[in-house]
């Protein structure tokens, strides 16, 4: 089956300019999850999705991060503005399901954030 | 929040020899997870457990989830080159995964 696809894999862009990054689950996946990872730590939690629903989003920083998935397929996750502490992989998993058992997460190869 | 913690932080071994890392965290899990993460890549999902005790292995891999739920190791046996790279753990009890820090593993031919 095809992995997770995720674009851009590398963006470089200056403080307080916007950036977006796309992900495509893999098929039939109904759980979406976006972790950003910065160097030299363990992936975070930012927002999880079951279908096009929000199911735990309280790790987001709204002020400046959205992220949607509007038919409960691929998704899309921005930053406006971004700032310098917002370089990090941003990465995303999908998976069949969230209750035990069904949870177990496919990552893509994620998108390198770097803020200058 | 809860918090995984992960040890050693690096490792630096002799090809051919045994691994062992663990995770602990101060609350209890349902689902425990072991992940490998390479360079410029997502992490790749290593051994699953769901039950506590569940003793579970993936060729050289062996994954343990601990009685009291609030722990889990990882054992490679007879490591190679390419066992290199990043070991993460990992938590859920509803789906919302908590990671570890990581455990880097450098092996020497």
């Known amino acids: 089956e095809a992995g997770v696809a995720q674009s851009p894999r590398y963006k470089i862009i200056e403080k307080r300019q916007s950036v977006a990054f796309w992900c495509n689950p893999i098929s039939g996946h109904a759980t979406l999850y976006w972790y950003q990872q910065i160097l030299g730590q363990g992936p975070k939690l930012l927002i999880q999705f079951q279908n096009n629903g929000v199911v735990d989003d309280s790790q987001l920083p709204k002020d400046r991060f959205s992220a949607e998935r509007l038919k409960g397929v691929d998704s899309t996750l921005k930053i406006q503005p971004a700032k310098l502490e917002d370089s990090a992989v941003y990465l995303c998993a999908s998976s069949y399901g969230y209750t035990s058992g069904a949870n177990v997460l496919t990552f893509g190869a994620g998108s390198r954030l770097t803020v200058l | 929040g809860q918090q995984l913690n992960q040890s050693p932080q690096s490792m630096f071994i002799q090809e051919g020899e045994d691994v062992s890392m663990n995770c602990t965290s101060s609350s209890i899990f349902n689902t425990w997870l072991w992940y490998k993460q390479d360079p410029g890549e997502g992490p790749v999902l290593l051994i699953a457990l769901y039950k506590a005790g569940e003793l579970t292995s993936n060729g050289r891999l062996t994954a343990q989830f601990g009685i009291t739920r609030k722990d889990s190791f990882l054992n490679i046996s007879a490591s190679i080159p390419s066992d290199v790279g990043i070991y993460f753990c990992?938590?859920?009890?509803?789906?919302?995964?908590?990671f570890g820090q990581g455990t880097t593993l450098q092996v020497k031919p």
């Open positions: 990992a938590g859920s009890n509803t789906g919302k995964l908590i």
